[in-house]
């Protein structure tokens, strides 16, 4: 269940002391039907500060089969574990779809796989056999433009629009009109007000859709998270891709965005544009310069 604002305030305060990394445990919710969205708070110090982020997962349940997107962070994994049990009612999970190998996507896999004995590992999957040789035979390799079929719920890997590693990819579930983004659109919760040691967000805030939320995240919200989780933007322009995403929308009508890492975005001729104004802010190319020892030229 969402901390309550006290229990909050005193884990925001461990947090920033500490400079520990903490989760809060959030109640899962149907965004779609069957379609369900497992909103895990992470929270980690970002300059000395206690800063919440989502670290979502989704379950597709389909009247044949079931899907998880994405596996969630290692240390949430008690929580995970209880929340597919009440979703699934004694269903099993059929497939484990990570995004990306990358720990927050992907580290949870090994006790998916082991509570879940009859369900494979599927997507980009190259980099798995060396992660965990004793489940090679669990692999099920599905490339872009590959579809499984769920029963009422059809899902098909789609090419990452927005990457941060080569074997990212993204997902569509055509019934429900559902894009799931892996690190794309990523934003984190407000952030703190300096001097101020209340939580950052309501109680139940991590489960509310992007129109649901108080107001549009800002480039504060935005920025520091796409340079973390993908350190290409400070070097190459957005706008490079815009023409690409404008294509995947239009070949993918889509009513819900779902990111890893930030609310699922309902309003999406509103909320979606504004992430993609703040995400071409990350762009430093002087970081670039710097880097490599020289200076950006001055006209006089």
């Given amino acids: 269940m969402p901390a309550t604002t006290d229990e909050a305030g005193d884990k925001h305060k461990e947090i920033s002391v500490d400079n520990e990394i903490g989760t809060f445990p959030n109640d899962a919710r149907e965004i779609a039907d069957g379609i369900w969205w497992l909103p895990q708070c992470l929270v980690t110090p970002v300059s000395g500060v206690a800063t919440h982020v989502h670290t979502a997962l989704y379950l597709i349940i389909g009247s044949e089969r079931t899907l998880l997107w994405d596996t969630g962070f290692g240390p949430q994994w008690p929580d995970i574990s209880d929340c597919l049990d009440k979703i699934l009612q004694g269903r099993s999970l059929d497939y484990i779809a990570p995004s990306h190998p990358e720990v927050i996507h992907s580290s949870n896999a090994p006790r998916l796989l082991e509570k879940y004995p009859e369900a494979r590992l599927v997507g980009d999957v190259r980099d798995y056999p060396f992660f965990w040789p004793e489940y090679a035979d669990r692999l099920e390799e599905h490339l872009v433009g590959s579809e499984l079929d769920l029963g009422g719920h059809r899902f098909k890997f789609v090419d990452a629009v927005i990457k941060d590693l080569p074997s990212t990819q993204w997902g569509y579930e055509s019934s429900q009109q559902v894009l799931f983004v892996a690190d794309g659109f990523a934003y984190s919760h407000l952030p703190p007000v300096e001097g101020d040691d209340r939580p950052t967000h309501s109680p139940g805030q991590c489960t509310q859709l992007s129109s649901e939320l108080p107001g549009e995240p800002g480039p504060e919200q935005i920025v520091w998270i796409t340079k973390a989780a993908l350190y290409w933007t400070r070097f190459v322009k957005m706008d490079t891709f815009l023409g690409e995403f404008e294509r ?30 703040a995400l071409r802010l990350a762009y430093s190319p002087d970081v670039g310069i710097a880097t490599a020892g020289a200076r950006l030229s001055q006209k006089s």
């Fill in 248 to 277: 995947m929308l239009a070949d993918h009508p889509t009513r819900l965005v779902a990111p890893a890492h930030g609310a699922v975005i309902d309003d999406i001729n509103k909320t979606l544009w504004t992430i993609w104004d």
